[in-house]
């Protein structure tokens, strides 16, 4: 039963990410993902908005950059001593 809720779960929020995926690709922002280098996403009003936000959510939720990496190094090692200990 918790397998097929975690299913869905994930299906659902899989189709959540590529509605938003696609709206997002869908406004029309001024920019061109050819004529424009990704770097350039990060001007306008977006990136007022991420640099008002980002350093808020990290006060709020206690992250930092090096807690970030280092959390993220952990799931790593997670994921390899799991697929280590299936392969034997």
């Known amino acids: 039963m918790a397998g097929s809720l975690l299913a869905v779960t994930a299906f ?3 189709l ?3 509605t938003l995926f ?3 690709h869908l406004q029309r922002t001024g920019y061109s993902p050819i ?3 990704v770097s350039e996403y990060g001007v306008g009003l977006a990136a ?3 640099t008002m936000v980002v350093p808020a959510l990290r006060r709020v939720f ?3 950059e090096r807690v ?7 799931w790593f ?6 697929l280590t200990v299936d392969a034997w």
């Not at 970030?68 to 952990?74: A, E, F, K, M």
């Open 12 to 14: 659902v929020l899989l």
């Open 16 to 18: 959540v990410y590529l």
């Open 22 to 24: 696609v709206a997002l």
């Open 35 to 37: 004529r424009n280098a």
């Open 48 to 50: 007022v908005v991420v």
């Open 62 to 64: 206690g992250l930092s």
């Open 68 to 74: 970030y990496l280092l959390s993220t190094n952990v």
């Open 77 to 82: 090692l997670i994921v390899a001593l799991c």
